[in-house]
């Protein structure tokens, strides 16, 4: 990413300058950095996630768990949770686990990784009560 094209560094104040930075940090991300795009990142990540705490948008870690990542990274992706039968099994144990009926198995969790590259920690959460 071109200097000129990055957003200026500034308080977000509004969904339209979030999404904005969003894209910004995500074409960073796939172009590569160098050591001055990555002190650039730096600083526009930490206004982004002061946003998001400012507006709700951040979880708290002891309410996320692996069917909250999962769920994430399928709407990030836009994918049907019908794409995740060859990963988890048949339609029916995949609806146990996305509604928290069943635990993910450790095979489950390893395709997992293996198909989404989704961080074993991640997936290894479960819900506190």
């Known amino acids: 990413m071109e200097i000129q094209d990055r957003p200026r560094l500034k308080i977000i104040e509004n ?7 969003l894209k910004a940090i995500k074409s ?3 172009s590569g950095l160098s050591e001055e795009n990555e002190d650039y990142l730096e600083v526009l990540s930490l206004i982004v996630e002061k946003f998001e705490e400012e507006k709700g948008y951040k979880l708290e870690d002891n309410n996320v768990d692996a069917v909250d990542i999962i769920s994430y990274y399928l709407s990030e992706h ?11 099994g048949p339609a029916s144990r995949v609806s146990e686990i996305m509604n ?14 293996t198909h989404f590259k989704i961080p074993y920690q991640l997936l290894m959460k479960q819900r506190e009560n």
Request: no cysteine.
């Open 78 to 88: 836009e994918l049907p949770q019908k794409s995740l039968i060859p990963i988890l």
């Open 100 to 113: 928290r009926k069943r635990k993910l198995s450790l095979t489950q969790i390893e395709n997992l990784h």
């Open 15 to 21: 969904d339209n300058e979030y999404d904005e930075a």
């Open 28 to 30: 960073l991300m796939d």
